[in-house]
């Protein structure tokens, strides 16, 4: 009796499968439709570059408006500057990571990472000379 039910399920299974085609029920409705897209602007990664860029103008400002303590200032500007590359880098892995780090053209690349570098040296900068904590 067993046997005989599991056959007609699978034959009604087959025959369903049948109709189907091989597609959802759900594939007249086209959900790709719904989705909506969220457009950048034409230069979105040139006005991030322009921001990071204008920001770090300001810190490295603010760092440079007063002389620099006389001692290991040169030292102090290689480590601050190997900071920042190390944030950055690790900013630039996880946007890889989110997909998000993908360029069309060489240039934009070079122009948003190396804006990003100069942000981040310019911002481990400020934090060293106008906190004191370190002086």
Not at 106 to 129: D, H, M, N, R, W
Request: hydrophobic share 55%; proline share 1%.
């Amino acid at each position: 009796m067993a046997w005989d039910f599991l056959e007609v399920l699978e034959n009604v299974l087959d025959a369903l499968s049948l109709f189907s085609n091989g597609s959802s029920s759900s594939a007249g409705i086209n959900y790709n439709d719904n989705l909506v897209k969220k457009k950048r602007s034409k230069y979105f990664i040139e006005k991030i570059s322009l921001g990071c860029i204008a920001i770090a103008a300001v810190l490295l400002f603010f760092v440079f408006k007063d002389p620099l303590p006389a001692e290991n200032y040169i030292q102090t500007l290689i480590v601050a500057s190997l900071i920042g590359i190390a944030v950055s880098g690790i900013l630039f892995f996880l946007l890889h990571v989110l997909e998000l780090y993908y360029f069309k053209n060489i240039f934009k690349l070079l122009f948003f990472s190396g804006s990003v570098i100069l942000f981040f040296i310019s911002l481990v900068l400020c934090i060293y000379f106008r906190s004191g904590l370190f002086i």
